[in-house]
Nanobody, 115 residues
Framework: QVQLVESGGGLVQAGGSLRLSCAAS????????MAWYRQAPGKQREFVAR???????NYADSVKGRFSISRDNNKNTVYLQMNSLKPEDTAVYYC?????????WGQGTQVTVSS
């Protein structure tokens, strides 16, 4: 059974940093695009960053230069390093693994940035 489990969320002051992790089980993550999305209260889920199976990366404009996605395929884990956090980064962050017809989401981890 495929599972994605996020961790690393929490409460941080503006300007601080957090690193989120997403551990994949039941799947070889190296074959998939791994991505992070987020959903703030009352808003739609939005794309944050992705890392393809060929290691190319893309970022939402709102996080470019502050967030960095990386992956360790040996550990089946993808990371999201978040620096210079802002209150508007407050959201539930979700991990996603997808390729062709396969599409799996994690349960999410809360990130709260206080001003």
């Amino acid at each position: 059974q495929v599972q994605l489990v996020e961790s690393g969320g929490g409460l941080v002051q503006a300007g601080g940093s957090l690193r989120l992790s997403c551990a994949a089980s039941g799947v070889t993550s190296g074959r998939y695009t791994m991505a992070w999305y987020r959903q703030a209260p009352g808003k739609q889920r939005e794309f944050v960053a992705r890392s393809s199976s060929s290691d190319s990366t893309n970022y939402a404009d709102s996080v470019k230069g502050r967030f960095s996605i990386s992956r360790d395929n040996n550990k089946n884990t993808v990371y999201l390093q978040m620096n210079s956090l802002k209150p508007e980064d407050t959201a539930v962050y979700y991990c996603r693994a997808y390729h062709l017809k396969f599409d799996k989401w994690g349960q999410g981890t809360q990130v709260t940035v206080s001003s």
